[in-house]
């Protein structure tokens, strides 16, 4: 396709290549190691992205096979001080050895691949495959000056007539003009570069793309836990204006307006707002580390890399000390400077019907932060302890099957032998890992096209991962024509209307006249190959022939001790792979990677909870003093008419109770709705239910009757007599 558009499209000025080569065994002299980011690309490559190179011409460094460019940290690694250029190094299976061409510098970390070494992609075989059906690499095309990408994807279905429609043709047997009449569709898509990092609808086999939602989820709760802050000040300043009042009447009457007494009070907010800004950046510094190591981010605080950065931040303070201090400053200034020193004023601050609604607010975003947190755990824990359809437990999965070459037969039964050891299965594919999603035909269906995940399996595959049978049998070494035959999933059953799927015979893609048909032999249970977030997709098991020396070996261990039992596959493996080092993970736990962005983006959430009812519970201390200042007669009016400590603590606490029982019915009904957008994402979710909700609530009275029962426990128990001499 790249060569293709190249010499028909004057838009493009030129293209790259790349695929990811897959953990791979790197060896030089007498040490080796096994790095996963080894990346396949066209020669072409430095001329579409801009990584520096440190050593090598750049005009020669991937043109012809077997090169190979090692990032700086690389070339440290094997080659230490050593000048690295022309020397040989072995990587994978590869009996010819990778002459160093080039040194490069580190990918940067917000980059969409990751690539300590590159190798030339004219290595592999599948580069020369001139067949447009087959999708094997990812292509990047570099525009001329003044393109536009919409001429380019405009010009697409007349690519696809001229070079597909051929061979739709030739291995579908129907024309593209009939296939697209079925309702089928084969579409090529140009995507921006600067898109890939936040377009998870799209996939492609580099680094996941983050979901931009979660961005503005975030950013949105940032800025709320910004205005409970600039609330708790708005608060505290009214509520305390008593303590300013003849403040404000001197000044009034010493000659001060009403605008100089607003930009004194401003003022004094953005010096504290500005002060908490400078705070902010040193406590950013100081848990930047901590923080990224919790997430598995690399975050860094860089405040001159861009122009925009620092004023941005001050206007940013600027706004949070004008909206912190503007109902204050206006609040302040108004008193009457005649009302104010007769003490008028003071009695007119208890009503606080503002103030009530501002804590309903901060308490309403407190308890959407604490239920949305506790739906993202129940929704983590129900996709890690949901039945998937097979045994994940115990399970451990080797890389590079391929190594074992010729001997798989014997590998295995020496493997099987080994105490500790239950069953062992050789496939292409494993959950979690897709490599395969071809489209095939149906016997009696000619016109219609079936896309399924293919994986080619082994006779122990089932008893080796715990799958079930829904009907039929599984591969048999009894019966020889097993090794033509395949069996398929329920939602291959369902989707592709079959009544009888066993009598059903599918048709692998290929010329007309050398056609061979899948006959099909049992219907496996549906099972989770993919992650919990999308459903179960048509799937297909074929029989894995002697000629598939690639994929992966799958170890189902008994309980008992692990580590001996897979010493004692590594000595094996390395008896028949000439000392290559193993590579193996276990299946439960990469499962659990594909929750990954869930958990990070989780304890994100417990981090802005936890920070949101800190700042409320500040305020409600606060609030909760003045209150219980003002009330001090009251209380021991009522302790001397023989009220108990217990009495007390409810009349006082009763409005608090109120106010943050109104917090969650505002918010409850918001918290559903974000709640169901957000479980959209996951096609296997769990239930919403009350408990979610009501634990919300409980939490947040729980902290908020924590927060005041000191302050009001330790007026309650002053003598009644004290009480009455105040003021």
């Not at 409005?655 to 409850?668: P, Q, R, T």
Request: charged share 20%; aromatic share 12%.
């Amino acid at each position: 396709m790249g060569s293709t558009m190249l010499k028909e499209f004057p838009e493009i000025e030129d293209y790259c290549r790349l695929t990811k080569m897959g953990p791979s065994v790197v060896e030089y002299m007498n040490q080796d190691f096994t790095d996963e980011n080894i990346i396949e690309a066209d020669s072409t490559f430095f001329n579409l992205f801009s990584v520096p190179i440190l050593k090598g011409d750049s005009k020669s460094l991937l043109n012809t096979p077997h090169k190979v460019v090692l990032s700086e940290s690389v070339a440290k690694k094997i080659f230490g001080n050593e000048n690295p250029i022309d020397k040989p190094v072995k990587i994978g299976n590869d009996t010819i050895r990778y002459i160093v061409t080039g040194v490069m510098a580190d990918m940067p970390g917000n980059s969409h691949f990751e690539a300590s070494m590159l190798t030339s992609l004219v290595t592999n075989p599948r580069s020369k495959v001139p067949i447009w059906l087959i999708n094997s690499f990812s292509t990047y095309f570099l525009l001329k000056p003044n393109s536009s990408f919409k001429t380019i994807d405009a010009k697409f279905p007349d690519l696809i007539i001229r070079h597909l429609g051929p061979e739709v043709q030739q291995y579908m047997g129907i024309s593209l003009e009939e296939f697209s009449k079925k309702g089928n569709k084969y579409r090529f898509f140009l995507q921006n570069l600067k898109d890939i990092h936040l377009d998870p609808s799209i996939q492609q086999e580099f680094k996941a793309a983050s979901d931009p939602k979660y961005l503005m989820i975030f950013g949105a709760i940032a800025i709320l836990i910004v205005l409970i802050a600039a609330i708790n000040f708005m608060n505290l300043s009214t509520a305390q204006a008593s303590k300013r009042a003849k403040e404000v009447g001197i000044k009034k009457i010493g000659g001060s307006t009403r605008g100089m007494l607003i930009n004194q009070f401003l003022t004094e907010s953005f010096i504290l707002s500005f002060m908490s800004l400078i705070i902010a950046l040193i406590f950013i510094k100081i848990t930047l580390p901590y923080f990224n190591n919790m997430l598995k981010a690399n975050l860094i605080l860089n405040l001159i890399t861009n122009w925009y950065t620092i004023p941005a931040l001050i206007l940013f303070s600027v706004i949070v000390g004008v909206l912190a201090g503007s109902y204050p400053a206006f609040y302040l200034s108004s008193f009457n400077p005649y009302e104010v020193l007769k003490g008028s004023v003071k009695n007119s601050m208890k009503n606080g019907r503002l103030r009530r609604v501002l804590v309903v607010f901060q308490f309403a975003v407190s308890i959407l932060l604490i239920v949305c947190t506790l739906i993202m755990y129940r929704q983590i824990k129900y996709m890690l302890k949901k039945d998937v359809g097979f045994d994940k437990e115990q399970l451990i999965v080797i890389n590079r099957a391929e190594a074992i070459g010729q001997k798989m037969k014997a590998f295995k039964e020496s493997i099987k032998n080994i105490p500790g050891v239950i069953n062992i299965s050789s496939s292409t594919a494993v959950p979690g890992r897709i490599n395969n999603n071809n489209g095939y035909g149906l016997e009696g269906r000619k016109d219609e096209s079936f896309l399924m995940v293919t994986n080619y399996v082994d006779y122990n595959f089932l008893d080796t991962y715990g799958m079930k049978l829904e009907s039929g049998r599984s591969f048999n070494e009894s019966f020889s024509t097993d090794k033509e035959a395949c069996l398929i999933n329920e939602s291959a059953v369902k989707n592709f209307g079959l009544a009888d799927p066993e009598k059903a015979r599918f048709v692998p893609p290929g010329p007309e006249n050398s056609r061979n048909y899948i006959p099909v032999i049992g219907v496996i249970k549906n099972f989770n190959f993919e992650s919990l977030r999308n459903p179960i997709g048509p799937y297909i098991l074929c029989f894995q022939s002697e000629n598939f020396m690639w994929g992966y070996l799958t170890v189902r261990l008994s309980v008992q001790n692990y580590s001996k039992t897979i010493n004692e596959i590594e000595k094996v493996w390395k008896d028949y792979t000439s000392n290559t080092p193993l590579q193996y993970y276990f299946l439960d736990a990469d499962f659990e990677k594909m929750y990954v962005q869930e958990k990070q983006n989780a304890r994100m959430a417990v981090i802005f909870s936890i920070l949101a009812i800190f700042i409320a519970t500040l305020g409600l201390f606060g609030l909760t003093s003045f209150t219980v200042e003002q009330r001090t007669k009251e209380i021991g009016v009522r302790k001397a008419m023989g009220s108990s400590v217990a009495g007390i603590y409810v009349a006082v606490s009763k409005e608090i109770i109120i106010l943050v029982s109104m917090s969650a019915l505002i918010a409850w009904p918001l918290i559903y709705y974000i709640a169901q957008k957000w479980l959209e994402n996951f096609y296997f979710r769990i239930n919403l239910g009350v408990f979610s909700f009501f634990a919300g609530l409980v939490i947040a009275m729980g902290i908020a009757l924590l927060t005041i029962s000191y302050r009001i426990l330790r007026a309650a128990i002053v003598n009644p007599a004290q009480s009455l001499k105040y003021e």
